[in-house]
Nanobody, 124 residues
């Protein structure tokens, strides 16, 4: 059974940092793209960042470029999202996702597996 488990969410003041982690198990994800999405209350789920299996290609949503950094360690079966200079508008539930292909996609439909989400709240 495929499992993606996020951790690291919490409450942080604007300007601060958080690091999210996603632990994956149940299949060999090393050849497939993975990504982070987020969903704020009343809004659609948005692409945050994506990474290919060798970390050769990395993509970010426009709103997080220059502030967030995605990384993965296939040996440890983990993917991280370092979030710096956080803003109140970054408040959302953050989801880890795994694709069933090697290319990064920016749509929810590009991903086959999802974690349960972790809440990030940024206060000013």
């Amino acid at each position: 059974q495929v499992q993606l488990v996020e951790s690291g969410g919490g409450l942080v003041q604007a300007g601060g940092s958080l690091r999210l982690s996603c632990a994956y198990s149940g299949r060999t994800f090393s050849k497939y793209a993975m990504g982070w999405f987020r969903q704020a209350p009343g809004k659609e789920r948005d692409f945050v960042a994506g990474i290919t299996w060798e970390s050769g290609s990395i993509y970010y949503g426009d709103s997080v470029k220059g502030r967030f950094r995605i990384s993965r360690d296939n040996a440890k079966s983990t993917m991280d999202l370092q979030m710096n200079s956080l803003k109140p508008e970054d408040t959302a539930v953050y989801y880890c996702a795994a694709a069933a292909r090697s290319r990064v996609g920016m749509s929810e439909t590009d991903y086959a597996y999802w974690g349960q989400g972790t809440q990030v709240t940024v206060f000013s």
